[in-house]
């Protein structure tokens, strides 16, 4: 099991205390929105308090990129308030391939796989809310909690196989 670990360094105890009791609020605000998503449905209430406490709350403003596309990433984004717009690597940017809002995680691959390199990227299109997720410390977590990675990336592989359906037939269309 990871523990976690506040970002903020205190200078005495009480402060700390009072630091890791805001930070498990937020954590326990947290799990609802993780439930919203797919991938992590499957999980119980102490599996997702566990992903909870990896997460840090993050906001890009409208225009701003989220993901660059062709990039090695490290984290991912569970948007919780606002749209993400997709677009491939090179692409004029005009208009986005897909769009994206709350439940949705961006960089699933990144959590499962630090330093997995797609060719989409993402841009907010509207001011965005989302939980940053670490790689790395969701990678212990599975480490330490197989089921919590099973479950994971079977929900993944699913909504792979789904799109990968979903862009077949939308090229037969344009046949």
Same mark, same amino acid.
């Given at each position: 099991?990871?523990?976690?670990?506040?970002?903020?360094?205190?200078?005495?105890?009480?402060t700390g205390q009072a630091q890791a009791a805001t930070d !498990?609020?937020?954590?326990?605000?947290? @799990? #609802?929105?993780?439930?919203?998503?797919?991938? $992590?449905?499957?999980? %119980?209430?102490?599996?997702?308090?566990?992903?909870?406490?990896?997460?840090?709350e993050v906001g890009f403003a409208r225009g701003e990129t989220?993901?660059?596309?062709?990039?090695?990433?490290?984290?991912?984004?569970?948007?919780?308030?606002?749209?993400?717009?997709?677009?491939?690597?090179?692409?004029? !940017?005009?208009?986005?391939?897909?769009? @994206? #809002?709350?439940?949705?995680?961006?960089?699933? $691959?990144?959590?499962? %796989?630090?330093?997995?390199?797609?060719?989409?990227?993402?841009?907010?299109?509207?001011?965005?809310?989302?939980?940053?997720?670490?790689?790395?410390?969701?990678?212990?977590?599975?480490?330490?909690?197989?089921?919590?990675?099973?479950?994971?990336?079977?929900?993944l592989a699913i909504a792979l196989n789904r799109r990968v359906?979903?862009?077949?037939?939308?090229?037969?269309?344009?046949?």
């Amino acid at each position: 099991m990871t523990t976690y670990v506040s970002t903020t360094v205190h200078q005495n105890v009480s402060t700390g205390q009072a630091q890791a009791a805001t930070d !498990e609020q937020h954590a326990q605000r947290w @799990v #609802g929105h993780l439930r919203q998503c797919r991938y $992590f449905q499957k999980f %119980s209430d102490v599996e997702l308090l566990q992903v909870a406490r990896l997460c840090r709350e993050v906001g890009f403003a409208r225009g701003e990129t989220v993901i660059v596309g062709g990039s090695r990433r490290q984290v991912a984004y569970l948007i919780t308030r606002g749209e993400a717009g997709m677009f491939f690597k090179g692409s004029a !940017e005009e208009m986005p391939l897909d769009r @994206v #809002g709350p439940g949705m995680l961006l960089g699933a $691959f990144a959590i499962i %796989s630090p330093g997995t390199v797609t060719g989409f990227g993402f841009k907010a299109l509207a001011d965005i809310t989302a939980l940053r997720i670490s790689g790395r410390e969701f990678q212990q977590l599975c480490e330490a909690n197989p089921k919590v990675g099973y479950d994971f990336a079977s929900e993944l592989a699913i909504a792979l196989n789904r799109r990968v359906y979903d862009m077949y037939y939308r090229l037969q269309e344009l046949r």
